[in-house]
DNA sequence: TTCCAGGGGTAGA
DNA sequence: TCTACCCATGGA
């Protein structure tokens, strides 16, 4: 099948620094996503609504002032008008673009130090196109080492993704179609996620049984607080995953308290002591409504290229 | 072999 | 609200 490229630009508003979003979690090297660090490029397949399969080969260019994201599509076909809007709307949704974080700016700027270089376009944290992806990857990481969210990542995306034309080895992340179309059982046994394949079957036959409705959750009308209980009614979503997925919905107020927290916070903050989550915690009280990327940037520094 | 990880559900107080 | 106990899996 003949592959084409088309070439499509965003022009986010600055400060905006492409690589920093890019590579500021671990997100960046969860299949689909591909990130090489030497050229600083993102890859990803993406399956579009008609189930055309498309590799965005993503790149930052222009300053953190003035920026550019281009993205160069792979696609057989044609790609209609239609079809480049929903993908610049995607890789602008991954990368924040429309997201306001003078706020955090102006609070980085009047604690100083260190803190200050976040205004030079960082805090945004990727994610995903789809809340679905950004779910089932979120309840990928509890209860397991990095290495084991990476694994059960993998055989997600290499079962149940489709592939690319141009480099079938290269998949998009599985839709809950996808999922809920085989058995539990034929599920459980194809990808090892252990209890958690229960947790993201139920997932995927709710959404595609139009029990839950993943648009609700991008309701800025809905608290925080109240938000928070909607993610805890999803099975397998506790305090973790939820502040995990207020941050990928772009609420910040709530602490991710994990065992990297608890041995960071306790590591930096509490020599010779044991805190309790609750004075762990309170480490960050006066960030407010921007605790979560306070404490992703005060441990972040110390991360290195495993990720 | 045992322990436990970028936790969460459930039952019982 | 808090606590014990259980939960698959695989790396250390």
């Known amino acids: 099948m003949k592959i084409?490229?088309?070439?499509?630009?965003?022009?986010?508003?600055?400060?905006?620094?492409f690589a920093a979003t890019a590579y500021s979690h671990g997100w960046v090297v969860l299949?689909?996503?591909?990130?090489?660090?030497?050229?600083?490029?993102l890859q990803r397949i993406e399956r579009l609504p008609d189930g055309k399969v498309v590799r965005l080969t993503v790149r930052g260019t222009g300053t953190v002032a003035q920026p550019e994201i281009h993205i160069a599509v792979e696609h057989p076909g044609t790609l209609s008008a239609g079809e480049q809007k929903i993908l610049l709307d995607l890789v602008g949704h991954m990368f924040r673009v429309d997201e306001a974080f003078h706020d955090f700016y102006e609070?980085?700027?009047?604690?100083?130090?260190?803190?200050?270089?976040?205004?030079?376009?960082?805090?945004?944290?990727?994610?995903?196109?789809?809340?679905?992806?950004d779910i089932?990857?979120?309840?990928?990481?509890?209860?397991?080492?990095?290495g084991g969210t990476k694994r059960m990542v993998e055989g997600l995306v290499e079962a149940y993704g489709d592939s690319?034309?141009?480099?079938?080895?290269?998949?998009?992340?599985?839709?809950?179609?996808?999922?809920?179309?085989?058995?539990?059982?034929?599920?459980?046994?194809?990808?090892?996620?252990?209890?958690?394949?229960?947790?993201v079957y139920t997932l995927a036959r709710r959404i595609v049984d139009g029990e839950l409705d993943l648009r609700s959750f991008w309701d800025r009308a809905i608290t925080t607080p109240e938000?928070?209980?909607?993610?805890?009614?999803?099975?397998?979503?506790?305090?973790?995953?939820?502040?995990?997925?207020?941050?990928?919905?772009?609420r910040?107020?709530?602490?991710?308290?994990?065992?990297v927290f608890r041995q960071f916070?306790?590591?930096?903050?509490f020599p010779n002591t044991q805190p309790s989550d609750a004075e762990a915690q309170q480490i960050y009280t006066d960030w407010g409504e921007w605790k979560y990327l306070a404490y992703w940037f005060d441990v972040w520094e110390g991360f290195d290229e495993e990720v």
């Open 4 to 17: 084409h490229t088309t070439h499509l630009t965003i022009h986010p508003q600055g400060p905006f620094h």
């Open 31 to 41: 299949l689909p996503n591909r990130w090489d660090a030497q050229k600083q490029i």
């Open 107 to 133: 609070l980085c700027r009047r604690k100083g130090g260190r803190w200050e270089k976040l205004g030079q376009g960082l805090g945004r944290l990727l994610r995903s196109p789809g809340l679905f992806e």
């Open 136 to 146: 089932v990857k979120t309840l990928c990481t509890t209860n397991i080492q990095w």
């Open 164 to 199: 690319f034309a141009g480099d079938p080895t290269h998949k998009a992340f599985p839709t809950a179609e996808a999922i809920a179309a085989v058995p539990l059982e034929d599920f459980s046994a194809t990808v090892r996620l252990g209890y958690r394949a229960e947790y």
């Open 227 to 250: 938000m928070k209980k909607r993610l805890l009614a999803v099975k397998g979503v506790g305090n973790y995953a939820a502040a995990t997925l207020l941050m990928l919905l772009g």
């Open 252 to 259: 910040h107020d709530e602490l991710a308290v994990d065992s």
């Open 265 to 269: 916070v306790a590591k930096k903050y």
